[in-house]
């Protein structure tokens, strides 16, 4: 059975699109057609950001509302998303091969999100009020910043559309919101949940297309801020058109983090195993977050080679729908064969491969599957240790001292994630406290809603999650008094 859809969301109702042209949806663990949605076009965009620009103008609309109006909104929002949860993770797990148990985590967030924001917005007080230095007093004021654009991956997302619409929504923005071509039909239950929600007209868009329509909707005459999460290369194209046109934008982008292994952590997979997992290999290795690179200390890296062998071998690779997988195919053939051209970059610049290799895993005849692969007996500079791959393939490097795994940490283009393992408190913070990254964790690894989540360097410019999320989303002005 397949799932297709004919029209868009468009200005919060369904509209028919200008053109036939569609996007063919297949499931990465068994490449069969489950589902089909329109492709919106230029004219599509235009229409959605029309809607957005005139909802946010309206003197009495949307962006004016009392925000705990809006937080009732993004209540309800959440109350939708969560009736239609299961639905979502399948359509997720089905399309990009999220295993099924862990889009249950992955994808749980966008109610946590819209209440989080809905709360931090119900208290934030719109006007500050500050004793002025030369004027009698400063009024600072927080106003929505406007028509956002905002631009999805197809790795993690409902939970990467939440981190945009519900800051945004919160501060009383509209917001347009482009798909990745991968993931489209899950995108169709959130706009199914928005107008479930009552969203509305003009606050919530949706239009699936690839990257052209991206680059379109960014340059738009009619957004005034755009949020990125991508890759790399998508989010340097982003800046380049926003930086010639001064408009906002935020940029998630990709990671090639550090999980660091200190000579005293606990490497017992009893008790650890599911943490090391989830920091190092969730969602097939595609997360931009995941710690890549394991770190190792010289005197224990045989028993860092062989936990994480034990890991990978150990994990069930399969339908990405199964209960059981843990390990589910890559989101699409292109990517399969680029996380390919990497195992074999890897073995052939001489690192040895633990675990795994290219070739199908043992029993999977279809769907994008490749082999976890663990590469052990190289350094720092090898392809595989600098460049995001984006599948499940991990690299152990071996360090000396506490020093030396920090600067090895810190060389790389990239400051997203990253994980320190250790059993002494005091210890794994001063290693965390001195790897340039957005975010770290200690003795595991999951962003949580309450801290700015971003990267630095070629990770990315500004913060989604925590009341910095919100502030992505809201202009300031002062009003000096002098009477
Ligand atoms: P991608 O850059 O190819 O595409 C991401 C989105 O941007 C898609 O919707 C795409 O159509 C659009 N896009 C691409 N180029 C564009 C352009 N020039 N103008 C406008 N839109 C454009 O990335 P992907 O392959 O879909 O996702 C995987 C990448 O995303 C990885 O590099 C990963 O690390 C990164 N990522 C980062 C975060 C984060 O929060 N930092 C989270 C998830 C994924």
């Given at each position: 059975m397949t799932t297709d859809h004919t029209q868009l969301l468009i200005g919060g109702g369904w509209t028919a699109p200008a053109t036939n042209n569609r996007i063919t949806v297949r499931s990465a663990?068994?490449?069969?057609i489950i589902g089909s949605v329109p492709e919106a076009s230029t004219t599509d965009v235009d229409a959605a950001v029309a809607s957005a620009r005139r909802a946010f103008d309206d003197p009495n609309g949307w962006s004016t509302w009392d925000p705990a109006r809006r937080a009732e909104v993004l209540d309800r929002l959440a109350e939708e998303y969560e009736k239609r949860a299961e639905q979502i993770y399948a359509a997720v797990s089905a399309q990009n091969g999220m295993p099924i148990a862990i889009a249950r985590q992955l994808e749980s967030f966008p109610p946590l999100l819209f209440r989080y924001y809905a709360d931090l917005i119900r208290k934030q007080q719109v006007e500050e009020v500050r004793d002025g230095i030369l004027a009698s007093t400063v009024t600072v004021r927080r106003s929505p910043i406007g028509v956002v654009a905002a631009i999805i991956p197809w790795n993690v997302p409902q939970t990467l559309t939440a981190t945009k619409v519900g800051p945004g929504l919160a501060a009383g923005c509209t917001i347009v919101i482009k798909p990745s071509p991968e993931t489209v039909l899950d995108a169709y239950l959130l706009a199914d949940a928005a107008v479930a929600a009552g969203?509305?007209?003009?606050v919530i868009s949706i239009i699936p297309g690839g990257r052209e329509l991206g680059a379109y909707l960014v340059s738009h005459p009619g957004i005034d801020k755009v949020a990125f999460t991508g890759s790399t290369a998508g989010g340097r194209a982003v800046a380049q058109a926003c930086a010639s046109l001064l408009r906002p934008v935020s940029l998630e982008l990709g990671g090639k983090s550090a999980a660091i292994v200190l000579?005293?952590?606990?490497?017992?997979l009893a008790k650890v195993g599911q943490s090391l997992f989830a920091a190092t290999l969730a969602n097939n290795g595609q997360v931009c977050f995941l710690g890549t690179r394991v770190l190792a200390p010289r005197n224990r890296y045989e028993e860092v080679v062989d936990a994480f062998a034990a890991l990978m071998s150990g994990a069930l690779v399969g339908d990405s729908l199964d209960e059981s997988t843990l390990i589910g195919p890559m989101a699409s053939s292109v990517q399969r064969d680029r996380v390919h051209g990497y195992i074999e970059r890897g073995a052939a610049d001489g690192?040895?491969?633990?675990v795994g290799g290219t070739g199908r895993p043992d029993g999977l005849d279809r769907g994008w599957f490749v082999r976890p692969t663990l590469f052990a007996?190289?350094?720092?500079?090898?392809a595989v240790a600098r460049e995001e791959i984006f599948g499940p393939v991990l690299s152990v490097i071996p360090y000396g001292n506490d020093a030396e795994a920090i600067a090895i940490a810190n060389d790389s283009d990239y400051g997203l994630g990253g994980s320190v393992w250790s059993t002494d408190p005091e210890r794994a913070t001063t290693v965390a406290n001195a790897v340039q990254t957005g975010t770290i964790g200690i003795n595991g690894y999951l962003p949580d809603p309450q801290g700015p989540f971003g990267g630095v360097k070629a990770s990315g410019i500004g913060r989604e999650f925590g009341p910095e999320g919100l502030a992505a989303y809201q202009a300031l002005k002062s009003v000096y008094r002098f009477d």
């Open positions: 663990s068994t490449e069969e969203v509305p007209e003009g000579d005293d952590a606990d490497l017992d690192a040895r491969v633990v007996d190289l350094d720092n500079n090898a």
